[in-house]
């Protein structure tokens, strides 16, 4: 029998297809049981920042739910975008994930030159935490009652006080920035890397205020080591019902939220996302996430993938604009 006798061909065809259908079962099966060892989560800012609060106890839960420890791994530096650039050029293996913020959708208006693209390079699957900015002070250095006197402190002091961000081009820094153009004030930036060393600066008395996510500031504001001046938004948080929201208090305009989600990087299998999706999303509804949740003003906006991914686009835009309208520059 020759190699072009019609049977010949038959049989050989035959058994491609079959070589291929068990290629592809196994290949399926081998991404089904995502995870079958660690997953490292790589977190862009030190440990103790917002990120940080919501990537450890969700850490907790999916590594108690799935049997497979998801592992924090603490990358700060730029302003986020160093933890970034890393997780774009992980391995797309399904075993290296990326939780980063809203400070991602604001770097590229920042940094002319990042080594990645948020939009190529990662792959959006689902956003976890949601939380307000809040307005805080070190009570000992701003010695005011509330905001109106607080306002006052700052229009009468120029350029006097400063505040703390995670790193210049971060939600942080921005959210500075507008209230400065919302207010007609000036107050100087001080940059650090990260949101932890900040906020442990404003503890100490080393900077003056901070514009922070609720979620990091939150225990701190019950200690008593800082204090709420105003949260961003038209209504008052449930976790802190005494203080004022910024449209009360004539900012109608001014609403900033520290959002965060999980992102993989380009080629990671589908089926390793949709897996990484199903186990996030449950590890954020189990009632001890609920409660670190709602413990710092947060929610879990349950979007989906489609969702997540037109919000970042609306981000991205939003905060193009304010940066361009402050003139923000990174220090």
Request: net charge positive.
């Amino acid at each position: 029998m020759t190699p072009s006798h019609p049977l010949f061909d038959r049989r050989a065809v035959l058994k491609l297809a079959a070589s291929a259908a068990a290629a592809s079962v196994c290949g399926a099966q081998a991404q089904s049981n995502w995870p079958n060892k660690p997953v490292t989560m790589i977190v862009p800012f030190p440990a103790g920042g917002g990120t940080d609060a919501f990537a450890r106890p969700l850490s907790a839960q999916f590594s108690r739910l799935t049997g497979k420890q998801l592992i924090i791994d603490n990358r700060g530096g730029a302003g986020g975008t160093l933890g970034a650039g890393l997780a774009a050029k992980a391995s797309p293996d399904g075993y290296t994930l990326f939780m980063g913020a809203v400070h991602h959708t604001i770097a590229p208006s920042m940094y002319p030159k990042l080594d990645y693209d948020l939009e190529r390079d990662l792959i959006p699957l689902i956003q976890v935490a949601s939380v307000p900015q809040v307005l805080v002070v070190n009570p000992k250095k701003v010695q005011v009652a509330d905001y109106k006197a607080f306002l006052d402190l700052v229009k009468k002091n120029p350029g006097r006080l400063n505040y703390g961000s995670a790193g210049g081009g971060t939600s942080h820094h921005l959210a500075g920035e507008l209230f400065k153009l919302q207010t007609n004030t000036f107050i100087t930036h001080i940059p650090y890397r990260g949101a932890g060393p900040a906020l442990q600066d404003l503890i100490a008395g080393n900077v003056d205020m901070m514009f922070d996510g609720l979620g990091s500031s939150a225990a701190h504001i019950k200690g008593g080591r800082i204090k709420a001046m105003m949260v961003s938004g038209s209504k008052r948080n449930p976790a802190f019902p005494d203080v004022p929201c910024s449209a009360e208090l004539g900012l109608p305009d001014y609403t900033v939220s520290t959002w965060y989600g999980v992102w993989a990087p380009k080629g990671t299998p589908a089926d390793a996302q949709a897996r990484a999706i199903e186990e996030i999303r449950r590890a954020a509804l189990t009632d001890e996430s609920k409660n670190v949740w709602a413990a710092q003003g947060a929610e879990f906006p349950n979007l989906t993938t489609t969702q997540f991914d037109a919000f970042i686009k609306k981000e991205l835009a939003k905060w193009s604009q304010v940066v361009k309208a402050s003139g923000a520059k990174l220090d």
